[in-house]
């Protein structure tokens, strides 16, 4: 077991729960990852055996730590250092919520015409 002191929003970054340090502190922040019901400050110390209830944009996660890991790594070497104790319930609704997660990316036919769109639609307004 190390001695030395690791944040939680850290943490979260390292084991891939969050992309970004900063989205893990904006979680925290906004009361998503919590502790035994109540809401965390990003600077919270880490220790093996803290539970915790994380809610994130694609699904939710309950994670028991079972080691730190104080530098981001791959996905398999970042599982080892907890373990997902999700319910069953919320298994079921991560699976439903996953298709319909939102990617960043635009749906198909919204928004800002194409440029075969917009050529068709200067030639429909054209009257000369």
Do not use: C
């Amino acid at each position: 077991m190390s001695t030395e002191k690791l944040r939680i929003d850290k943490y979260l970054w390292a084991i891939r729960v969050f992309k970004t340090r900063t989205l893990a502190t904006k979680a925290i922040d906004e009361g998503k990852v919590k502790m035994n019901g109540a809401s965390l400050k990003p600077s919270k110390v880490v220790g093996i055996g803290d539970i915790y209830d994380i809610k994130t944009p694609a699904r939710k996660w309950t994670i028991e730590v079972t080691g730190l890991l104080h530098n981001r790594a791959g996905y398999e070497e970042a599982i080892k250092y907890y373990v997902d104790k999700t319910s069953e319930e919320d298994q079921q609704l991560n699976k439903y919520t996953g298709s319909s997660f939102y990617t960043g990316k635009r749906l198909s036919k919204t928004g800002r015409p194409s440029k075969k769109q917009r050529r068709d639609l200067e030639d429909f307004m054209d009257t000369e």
